[in-house]
Structures are given as structure tokens and as C-alpha cells.
């Protein structure tokens, strides 16, 4: 599963990549790392806008919801969902259906286990470029968007260095990007994009363990570092 990424992107970089404008620019903050499990802003470009980015809260929550973000989460985490849940949930389900979005970041993570011991990994594109990731949004009463991160069956590059679960996140690649967001593809076209390896040339790294910890110094905690006997990918 997905609980964290990263977007260490300028808006002028992801404005010039995906062709689309920031609606509140000054809130863009560079992130190395973003914590999904506490309240977090993500951006996103969704089918209804095109050609905007905009911030959305990481973890969907019902349209109707009214109540605290945590205590939502805390009940049911909807950082991540996958086809499954997506069938069996409403919330997911008409989503899919009519707010699909592109998730914007620089790189995601993911974990090697070894004797107990789990050695974290940054994925991100051989270019350093942003990438979108699939997604679906909901939108409050207030106003507020927040959205799930799609995930779906690991490939084989990132089966090397990810033994802790068999899932990753879905990638799109330029081409599938406009087609998730376009409003008359089909229910079957929709399965089909997810369940497409991206084409888009990747690198990945083991990072300091202790990057999910309190005290971690982030301006340096995407630098690579070498541990013995785990899979080395670049």
C-alpha cells in the first residue's frame, strides 16, 4: 500500500509538465515526504477541471460527510483502494465512475522486508519530472476535495524492492493520463488503464530507515544510502 509520496516539484515545473495552472500557487510547499496518515494536502488535476490544479485532502471521504478527517480515517483509511474495494464501496465505486483525478508527485516508497528488518525505498522517474498517479475525488458541502490513491498488482521492477505487499500505485503514462480523465470512456476502458504497466522509466533506492520518524532531517532524507545485502535496482 501507498501511505506515503513525495513532491519536491516547483509550480513552475508541474504547470509546464501537465500543461495546467495552479488555482492557488502560494500553497504549493515542495515536500519530500507526505505523510498520508496526518492531514495532508496533495494536488491534483480532476476530470471537471482540466486545466487547473488543485489541493485536495489525501484520504476520500463521503460526499455528505460533515465530521472530523481523522475520525473518518481512523474508521475506515481511504489513502489507498484498489478494484476490490472499489466494487464492494459506493463511495469508490461512483467515484470511479465520474471524479477520477491525476495525482501529482516526484516519487513514492516503497519497503523490502529482511530478517524483521524493513528497509524503505524512493521510486521516481529516471528524469527527476513529476508524474500522475490514478485517482478518485469526492468533494464536500464545504468545498473541500479529498481523493484515494488507485493501487493495483506490483510490477516486476517494483516487485524487486517491494516484498511487504504485492501492490503499488497506479502510474499513468501521458497517453492514459488524458484518458482518465476523459468522461466518455468506457466502464471497461477504465479496468483496462488500471491494470496497464506504465512505460515510463523509473529508478529506485534504498533511504534511511528512520525516515517515517519524528526528527528526521528531510532536506536530506530522499539521499541514498547503502545497506548490505538488499536489492540494489539503479
Not at 199 to 215: D, N, R, T
Request: glycine fraction near 2%; hydrophobic fraction near 40%; proline fraction near 3%.
Amino acid at each position: 500500500m501507498c501511505y506515503k509520496i513525495s513532491n519536491t516539484a516547483t509550480v513552475a515545473t508541474i504547470e509546464k509538465v501537465f500543461n495546467a495552472s495552479f488555482k492557488f500557487p502560494k500553497l504549493h510547499k515542495k515536500a519530500a515526504v507526505i505523510d498520508g496518515l496526518i492531514e495532508s494536502s496533495i494536488s491534483i488535476i480532476t476530470m471537471t477541471n482540466r486545466e487547473q490544479v488543485s489541493l485536495a485532502i489525501w484520504g476520500i471521504l463521503p460526499e455528505m460527510y460533515q465530521d472530523d478527517w481523522q475520525y473518518f480515517q481512523n474508521v475506515q483509511n481511504t489513502l489507498n483502494v484498489n478494484l476490490n474495494t472499489i466494487n464492494d464501496d459506493v463511495k469508490y465505486k461512483k467515484a470511479l465512475k465520474s471524479r477520477r483525478c491525476l495525482i501529482l508527485v516526484t516519487g513514492f516508497f516503497t519497503y523490502y522486508l529482511r530478517h524483521g528488518d524493513l528497509y524503505p525505498y524512493y521510486v521516481h522517474l529516471k528524469s527527476n519530472e513529476p508524474f500522475a498517479i490514478a485517482g478518485v475525488f469526492n468533494e464536500l458541502d464545504d468545498g473541500f476535495i479529498t481523493c484515494s490513491i488507485i493501487v493495483s498488482k506490483a510490477n516486476s521492477f517494483i516487485k524487486k524492492i517491494h516484498n511487504s505487499d504485492t501492490l503499488m500505485p497506479v502510474v499513468l503514462d501521458k497517453f492514459n493520463q488524458e484518458k482518465w480523465l476523459d468522461s466518455k470512456i468506457s466502464d471497461k476502458r477504465i479496468i483496462e488503464i488500471i491494470n496497464t504497466v506504465s512505460q515510463l522509466s523509473f529508478k529506485a533506492y534504498p533511504i534511511v530507515k528512520e525516515f517515517h520518524k519524528l526528527g528526521v532531517d528531510f532536506d536530506s532524507v530522499l539521499d541514498p544510502v547503502k545497506y548490505k545485502n538488499i536489492p540494489n535496482v539503479n
